[in-house]
DNA sequence: ACAAAAGTTCCAAATAATGGAACATGATAT
DNA sequence: ATATCATGTTCCATTATTTGGAACTTTTGT
């Protein structure tokens, strides 16, 4: 999934075992690492050594298995509060959830994938890393397109070049063509539908967030699932989502000149 | 704050420079970062080129400066996915903050800190004090010393060695033993109070969680105002808390055997 | 008790990191 | 406009770190 080496020596290479570990999604002995590793035996031990030591891996003697390390819990709380995009649009996705009773997601793109930086249910009220953070393909999800129909050829190629277009669903377009086939429209309109395309029965209305200079830098959107609303539902509430997204822009815009 | 070299070569030398970032808090400038480091102005170059290719920073062009990258925050997602403690105690917590009506946090011990993984609040009116991936330190807060009252000796060191006790408030106890002072109460009473020692008007509850074979291995704490309760109302919830303790604890074992 | 697998250590060779110094860029003053 | 200073970037011979095959130890399975 991830791309070839990504090169930078020593470092680079160490992180790349972070995201392996991330990437299994749970505990792992140092047997599973290293058929998935391109290291052989000592080397990935020493890193291994090297990462927990520093606190990003946690070993647990008992089971002898490698998970990520809470430092990274400490770090990305701050990548986050640092963030020029989340903690501002918090108070807008509140009120929005709380406008249209359904769950609002905040994403940027990161990689070539949609990554929820934020996320508010009207019902429940509790914050925490777990509903930030999780990542999403972006052929398929609302926010992931409604990025990609405002993004240059340069961005978007650079986004997209190595992601293989994954079909999930029947509905999922599983090629570049079929997905850029809707972005005229997605332009035209100024938003962006997932109509059960990552996940049976969920689907969701997106809206592009830009700079005062044009560039998007994220999206929000209202989700929610066909057995609760309909489509139909779910556009009724394009304006507000369209203006929640202009006000988040707004504000970014005196913080973020992404480069 | 954080400790001498922490050795580990290349890899540990690029990730203390995250540490370095996070802990200014703000976006940085080259230059800024200069200051502080260790290295020559050459080296910290390429270690920042490397560390913001691999997406662990990410750096504004328009203002040249540094912060903080997604790709951590996506890391942390997965780290406290697996995280074999903060999963199971959601909905624990957020029973407790129903029954309450004040705000629950759970933190564990990280490097000397006490790292607050989750955070639940039973209403929207007050901003948090502390979000998932907050650090604070041990020594003067309630889940801090309800950890600390509870390790042995030679976990203590390892913690505290390197920790120096701040003086927060005119409340906090800024020594080893002012502090080591109240862990028998703690023992005994099975709740350790923080009684304005980190923040003016800020009072807590909190109740060690074990595993079934004795060890530590976080807290959860109930946390309120002065103008809201007085302590003597936090008291009156010590049964239910040390109870949601303890299920959290029992849960856990079936998880987590530390190193 | 034995064999096989998994994990750990060692060290000479290979490689990547280092940092002083030169070079570029941009801001501010003359 | 030109000089001056501060900041950021590149170069490359030297140096220090990483590398990985192989030997060794421990654990697991039969």
């Not at 075992?17 to 031990?45: C, N, W």
């Not at 409604?146 to 293989?164: G, K, V, Y």
Request: proline share 3%; charged share 20%.
């Amino acid at each position: 999934m991830n791309k070839q080496a990504s090169g930078d020596g020593t470092v680079g290479k160490a992180l790349d075992i972070l995201d392996m570990v991330a990437e299994i999604g749970r505990p792992v002995r140092f047997s599973d690492l290293l058929e998935q590793s391109p290291h052989p035996k000592a080397t990935l031990y020493r890193f291994l050594q090297t990462l927990t030591n520093q606190g990003m891996l946690k070993y647990d003697g008992e089971r002898q298995t490698y998970s990520l390390g809470l430092r990274l819990v400490r770090l990305a709380h701050q990548a986050w509060a640092q963030s020029s995009l989340a903690p501002l649009a918090r108070l807008h996705l509140e009120a929005l959830a709380v406008e249209t009773g359904e769950t609002i997601h905040l994403a940027q793109m990161e990689n070539g994938q949609v990554l929820f930086i934020d996320k508010c249910r009207s019902s429940n009220r509790f914050d925490t890393l777990a509903q930030a953070g999780r990542i999403a393909p972006a052929h398929c999800t609302g926010v992931g397109k409604a990025i990609l129909a405002h993004l240059t050829p340069e961005r978007f190629d650079r986004a997209m070049s190595h992601q293989t277009y994954l079909k999930f669903t029947s509905a999922t377009h599983d090629t570049a063509d079929g997905v850029m086939a809707e972005f005229d429209q997605i332009r035209a309109e100024g938003v962006a539908y997932d109509r059960e395309e990552h996940e049976d029965g969920i689907i969701s209305i997106a809206a592009p967030i830009f700079t005062q200079s044009g560039r998007v830098i994220g999206a929000i959107s209202i989700v929610s699932s066909t057995s609760r609303r309909s489509l139909e539902d779910l556009t009724a509430f394009k304006p507000q989502l369209i203006e929640t997204a202009g006000k988040i822009g707004a504000e970014a815009s005196a913080w973020q000149f992404p480069s």
